[in-house]
């Protein structure tokens, strides 16, 4: 479930290519991420949310499912409502749910995401909090920190997973765009 990060872009690989090759036990992967997710999230994320509750799904990934009902040129007021329809439509979800969080993709290429799209530093904040206390009152929601993570990489500091610490290049997993993870992005 997700966007353009999901659905492979620049690399040829889906998010659940990654994961069909990943998991060891019996299992079929259901694949709704959609890379226009920027144009029409919500409407998009309807259909993919629907077809998911359809299939019974036992699991439900969403690494960048939320990252365009924040992003985008929309006001503050704009980027709440959004999210907390994207939000919403997870409720009626009893399997788990693994959802990233929103990263400071400040930098990244300006032909891929214009600065005015990108939300302010205050914002994302604000915005993550909302995140968090909505997954807090969902048990079966778990919260992947990109947030974090990429806020390390920026810096050049090791990114921590589970207990695992590992320094990577930005270059390693992020494209030329620096706005979406190369294969071995993908991966980590």
Not at 24 to 32: I, K, M, S
Not at 70 to 86: C, M, S
Not at 111 to 124: F, V, Y
Request: glycine share 8%.
């Amino acid at each position: 479930l997700g966007a353009s990060m999901s659905a492979g872009f620049g690399t040829g690989r889906t998010l659940a290519d990654i994961l069909d090759a990943a998991i060891r036990a019996d299992h079929e992967v259901v694949d709704t991420a959609d890379p226009h997710y920027f144009r029409k999230a919500l409407e998009l994320a309807r259909k993919s949310t629907a077809e998911l509750k359809a299939r019974d799904c036992t699991l439900v990934v969403g690494l960048d499912y939320i990252f365009w009902f924040a992003y985008g040129k929309k006001t503050l007021a704009e980027r709440q409502r959004d999210l907390a329809e994207g939000l919403r439509l997870l409720e009626d979800f009893a399997s788990p749910i693994l959802l990233g969080d929103l990263p400071d993709m400040e930098g990244a290429s300006e032909e891929m995401i214009p600065g005015e799209a990108i939300p302010p530093a205050g914002e994302l904040a604000e915005l993550n909090q909302a995140i968090a206390a909505w997954a807090q009152g969902h048990a079966h929601v778990r919260i992947l920190p990109l947030s974090a993570w990429v806020a390390s990489l920026k810096a050049g500091k090791p990114i921590a997973i589970g207990s695992a610490r590992k320094t990577l290049e930005a270059l390693q997993v992020l494209q030329d765009d620096g706005l979406h993870p190369t294969e071995r992005g993908q991966i980590v």
